[in-house]
């Protein structure tokens, strides 16, 4: 299983940006999908995940009500759009895939991982 992450760049406080990450190589409508993010010196952090079906989704507290997450199974497609963009944002922002049951938040649980996009949010 393979996954590309795009989408990154640099934007203003404030400002919005979609990441995509498509997967190919496995059965994406049976992975359990999610975003992460890491900054120098710092763990990788739960962003978002998204359940197989798109019945479930979760997002962290520092996200909630500025990002959601989606998926297009017909195009291997899990989305991040982030809106209210603010500097703390700023991170590589890593697309995840499980295999396994249910949206989790621990990294162990992801077994696939993307090459990282690299969002940075300043003026």
């Known amino acids: 299983v393979q996954l590309q992450a795009s989408g990154g760049g640099l934007v203003q406080p404030g400002g919005s940006l979609r990441l995509s990450c498509v997967v190919s190589?496995?059965?994406?409508?049976?992975?359990?999908m999610a975003w992460f993010r890491q900054t120098p010196g710092k763990e990788r952090e739960y962003v978002a995940g998204?359940?197989?079906?798109?019945?479930?989704?979760s997002h962290a507290d520092a996200v909630k009500g500025r990002f959601t997450i989606s998926r297009d199974n017909a195009k291997n497609e899990v989305s991040l759009r982030m809106n209210g963009l603010k500097p703390e944002d700023t991170a590589v922002y890593y697309c995840a895939a499980s295999s396994s049951v249910g949206v989790r938040r621990e990294l162990s649980h992801y077994e696939y991982w993307g090459q990282g996009t690299l969002v940075t949010v300043s003026s």
């Open positions: 190589g496995g059965t994406f409508n049976m992975l359990v």
């Open positions: 998204i359940s197989w079906n798109s019945d479930y989704s």
